[in-house]
């Protein structure tokens, strides 16, 4: 999957607009991803990440990087063994990119926050 554009609350994911979060599957996008507590990530809105098994998970914080993600949650995808990169939503998504062309033989996930 190839993320085209990204701006404030919109991202254009293999050419469809997505106005609220998503998180991008290998083959799927989930644009119905909400957060329990909206800002603070914690491990059980990750669970369908989790079974999914990545290799890969990026975390987009939000345009302004408001969404907090805690060690302890960053602890929980650890233990899973995946490798976890968290950073603003607009640099998440050209990692995200890149790592489609580099890291084309793992599993890669990107949960992305589009406002704040």
Not at 30 to 43: C, I, T
Not at 46 to 62: E, H, R, S, Y
Not at 69 to 78: G, H
Not at 82 to 92: F, L, N, P, Q
């Amino acid at each position: 999957m190839k993320i085209t554009h990204y701006s404030f609350g919109k991202i254009i994911i293999d050419g469809k607009t997505y106005t609220s979060d998503v998180i991008i599957y290998p083959g799927r996008v989930d644009s119905s991803w909400w957060r329990k507590e909206g800002h603070y990530l914690q491990a059980v809105d990750l669970a369908d990440v989790i079974n999914v098994k990545p290799d890969v998970l990026i975390i987009g914080t939000g345009n302004s990087g408001v969404m907090q993600v805690p060690k302890e949650t960053l602890n929980f995808i650890k233990s899973k063994n995946v490798e976890v990169y968290v950073d603003i939503t607009g640099r998440a998504v050209e990692l995200y990119n890149k790592m489609q062309v580099e890291k084309a033989d793992k599993v890669i996930i990107a949960a992305l926050h589009l406002t704040c």
